[in-house]
């Protein structure tokens, strides 16, 4: 069946990097384009960026650009997020999530990781 596992959360100090796992099993993980979405502390779910299959295209929320980088590893199965000069607003719950088919913004979203919660502290 199909699993998505992250991993890489924690605390963090404010301004410093971290970089998010998720390991994908039980799909060909290179035929599905893969997608970062975070959940807030009582806030609703936040579409964060996505990245093509295979051709490193990604896309990006607006208030992501710049510090955010999504990257994949196909050989590995594993997709990543890179969070650069965090900020408290990036406490979260961070899930790695399946595109059903091509772009997830047009076509959704359908299966889910557990997610892994950041705490950003000064």
């Known amino acids: 069946q199909v699993q998505l596992v992250e991993s890489g959360g924690g605390s963090v100090q404010l301004g410093r990097s971290l970089r998010l796992s998720c390991v994908a099993s039980?799909?060909?993980?290179?035929?599905?384009?893969m997608t970062w979405v975070r959940q807030a502390p009582g806030q609703g779910l936040e579409w964060v960026a996505e990245i093509h299959a295979n051709n490193g295209e990604t896309l990006y929320a607006d208030p992501m650009k710049g510090r955010f980088t999504i990257s994949r590893d196909n050989a590995k199965n594993t997709l990543y997020l890179q969070i650069d000069n965090v900020r408290p607003e990036d406490t979260a719950q961070y899930y790695c999530?399946?595109?059903?088919?091509?772009?997830?913004?047009?076509?959704?979203?359908?299966?889910w990781g557990e997610g892994t919660l950041v705490t950003v502290s000064s």
């Open positions: 999530a399946r595109a059903r088919t091509g772009w997830a913004i047009y076509n959704g979203l359908d299966y």
């Open positions: 039980g799909f060909t993980f290179s035929a599905y384009h």
